[in-house]
C-alpha cells in the first residue's frame, strides 16, 4: 500500500486547517511514523509524551526527545510515573500475589494502563482534540488505550494510523525514509519492552506453539553462578528493604532486588494466555524481582493469614488481575478490591529469606511477631496447648454431624 492522503478519514483536513493532537510517543519505528504522518499529511500540531514505567534511563529518554524534534513534533513531554505505577497497580499485584495463568506477573498489561492515563491527562492539560497511539489492530494495547481514552476523554477523537492504515513495516520504513528520516530501521530478532515489573520478550519462536526463546535472546545475561540467600523485609505487604538496605519508596526495592536477582536468569518464561480481541498468544519475560517478591509475600501471608483470609483473597485476586490484564482499571469494582486487598495486609510484617540460584530460587523461612505457625500454641503433628484430645474427640462429632445424619437416612 502506498501512503498518501486518500488512505485516511482525516485527508481532507482544508490548508492551513491546523489542530493539535497528544501522541503517545517512544521513539520507535511506529510512532516515528505516527509524528510524521499526522505532522506533515494530516496538518496536526503533534505535541509527543513518553511515560516512563521504568523501562528507559535518563541517557535514554533524553535521546527519545531529540529524535522527537528532530521528527517535527510541537512539544515533548517526558514523565516519571514509576513512583505512582508502582502505589496505582503493582502493589495492588503483589497484595493479591497475581499471576496471569499462574504464570505471568502482567508486566506490560499494567503499565500500558499507566501510560494511557497519564496520556489522557496530558490531553487535557494540551486541551487537545484529537489522541493518537501507535498500536496495531492485532493485540491487547489498542483496546487498553481506547478503552480509558473513552472513559477519560470521550469527546476526544482517537486516531490510530498503524492500525487504521493496515500498514507492513516495510511500508512505515518506505515512508520514513521518503521523508528524509535518519535513523536505525534494522529491527531487532527480538522484541524488547522493559518496565518496573518485568520485561517481555517477543521473536519467531514465541509465534508457534512450540519453541523457546535461545539464551541470547533474553535481556539479561545470566552472570552469578554461586549460590546467595537475600533476605526480604515487608511492611503491611509492602518491600520496604533487601537485606537490611531500607528504601523510602517500594519502587526502589523493587529496581535494586532486580539488579541482584536479574544476574541468575531467575524469572524467565514464556506466558500463554488469551488476549482481549479473543485470540491465544505466547510472549517471553523475564522478571526476576517480581517473580521472588511475589513467592516471598505469598510465603509470608500463609504464615500471618487466616485460612479464609487466604481463600478469599485468592478468588478475588484472580478476577482482579484478569480484570486488569483487559484493561478495565477504571471499574469502580477495582477500587472496591484494592480496599478488600489493603484491609489484608495489617499483619503481613516480616522477614523472608530466599536462596537464589542459576535460574531458580526457593524460599528458606520467614519470620515475623505475626507469625501464627506459634509453637505457644502447639506443634503441629506433635502436641498442643489450646485444647485436649477430649475436646477434638467431641468437635470431631459435632463438625461432621449433619454429613452422618444425611448417610443415616440415605443409606443405600
Known amino acids: ?103 505471568y506477573p502482567l508486566s506490560v498489561s499494567a503499565e500500558r494502563l499507566v501510560q494511557a492515563l497519564h496520556i489522557a491527562d496530558h490531553v487535557k492539560a494540551v486541551g487537545a482534540k484529537a489522541v493518537a497511539h501507535g498500536s496495531t489492530g492485532a493485540g491487547n494495547d489498542q483496546v487498553r488505550f481506547d478503552m480509558v481514552f473513552h472513559i477519560m476523554i470521550p469527546e476526544v477523537e482517537i486516531i490510530t494510523p498503524i492500525r487504521d492504515l493496515k500498514l507492513s513495516r516495510e511500508e512505515e520504513i518506505e515512508y520514513l525514509k521518503n521523508k528524509g ?72 526495592a523493587i529496581q535494586y532486588l532486580q539488579t541482584i536477582a536479574g544476574a541468575y536468569g531467575i524469572g524467565r518464561d514464556i506466558h500463554v494466555g488469551d488476549t482481549i480481541i479473543g485470540i491465544k498468544g505466547r510472549v517471553g519475560f523475564e522478571a526476576a524481582a517480581p517473580m521472588v517478591i511475589l513467592k516471598a509475600h505469598h510465603a509470608l501471608e500463609k504464615h500471618v493469614l487466616t485460612k479464609w483470609q487466604l481463600s478469599w483473597k485468592d478468588n478475588i485476586a484472580n478476577f482482579y488481575g484478569n480484570w486488569l490484564h483487559e484493561g478495565q482499571i477504571l471499574d469502580p469494582v477495582m477500587r472496591d478490591i484494592e480496599a478488600f486487598l489493603q484491609s489484608s495486609q495489617q499483619n503481613v510484617t516480616g522477614d523472608v529469606f530466599v536462596q537464589l540460584m542459576p535460574y531458580r530460587f526457593q524460599i528458606i523461612g520467614i519470620e515475623s511477631e505475626h507469625d501464627l505457625m506459634n509453637s505457644k500454641f502447639g506443634k503441629y503433628g506433635e502436641m498442643n496447648t ?25 443409606k443405600a
Not at 509524528?35 to 534511563?57: A, C, M, P, R, W
Not at 519492552?193 to 518485568?198: A, D, Q, T
Not at 514465541?206 to 554461586?226: C, F, R, Y
Open 1 to 103: 500500500m502506498s501512503i498518501n492522503q486518500n488512505n485516511h478519514e482525516h485527508a481532507n483536513i482544508p490548508p492551513g486547517d491546523v489542530r493539535s493532537i497528544v501522541l503517545g510517543f517512544s521513539g520507535g519505528l511506529d510512532t516515528s511514523f505516527c509524528v510524521k504522518y499526522l505532522g506533515e499529511d494530516q496538518g496536526y500540531d503533534v505535541h509527543s509524551i513518553i511515560v516512563n514505567t521504568g523501562g528507559f534511563s535518563e541517557d535514554e529518554l533524553k535521546k527519545i526527545e531529540e529524535h522527537a524534534y528532530k521528527l517535527g513534533v510541537k512539544t515533548h513531554t517526558t514523565i516519571d510515573a514509576v513512583k505512582g505505577y508502582y502505589d496505582r497497580i503493582i502493589k495492588y499485584l503483589v497484595f493479591g500475589n497475581v499471576l496471569k495463568n499462574n504464570t
Open 181 to 252: 528520516v535518519d535513523m536505525n530501521f534494522e529491527k531487532a530478532a527480538y522484541s524488547i519492552n522493559k518496565g518496573l515489573w518485568g520485561t517481555s520478550v517477543g521473536g519467531k519462536e514465541t509465534l508457534k506453539s512450540k519453541g523457546i526463546l535461545p539464551e541470547e535472546a533474553w535481556p539479561t545475561q545470566v552472570s552469578k553462578h554461586d549460590s546467595e540467600e537475600v533476605k526480604l523485609h515487608f511492611e503491611k505487604g509492602e518491600l520496604t528493604a533487601v537485606n537490611d538496605k531500607t528504601f523510602s519508596h517500594s519502587s526502589a
Open 386 to 410: 489450646g485444647f485436649t484430645g477430649e475436646d477434638v474427640r467431641g468437635f470431631s462429632k459435632i463438625f461432621g454431624n449433619q454429613t452422618a445424619m444425611y448417610h443415616f437416612l440415605n
